[in-house]
Nanobody
Framework: QVQLVESGGGLVQPGGSLRLSCLASGFIFGIYPVAWYRQAPGKQRELVASITSNRIINYADSVKGRFTISRDNAKNTAYLQMNSLEPEDTAVYYC????????WGQGTQVTVSS
């Protein structure tokens, strides 16, 4: 069964950092692209960052220079390092396989507030 489980969210002050993790199972992780998405209250889910199997990376303009996506195929895990967090980054963050979407997980809540 294909599964992706997010973790690492929390409450952080503006300017702070968090590192999210996405643990994958049920498929050969290394041959698929992986992406992070987020959904803020009352808004549609949006793509935040993606990384292909050969590590081509793309970011949404709103997070460029602040967020870094990476993957460790040996650990079947993708990461999202988030620095200089802003209140506008508050959302539930999800990971999935762009173009080969699995069932969406519960996500991990990120709240940026003083």
């Amino acid at each position: 069964q294909v599964q992706l489980v997010e973790s690492g969210g929390g409450l952080v002050q503006p300017g702070g950092s968090l590192r999210l993790s996405c643990l994958a199972s049920g498929f050969i992780f290394g041959i698929y692209p992986v992406a992070w998405y987020r959904q803020a209250p009352g808004k549609q889910r949006e793509l935040v960052a993606s990384i292909t199997s050969n590590r081509i990376i793309n970011y949404a303009d709103s997070v460029k220079g602040r967020f870094t996506i990476s993957r460790d195929n040996a650990k079947n895990t993708a990461y999202l390092q988030m620095n200089s967090l802003e209140p506008e980054d508050t959302a539930v963050y999800y990971c999935n396989r762009p173009g080969y979407e699995a069932r969406w997980g519960q996500g991990t809540q990120v709240t940026v507030s003083s």
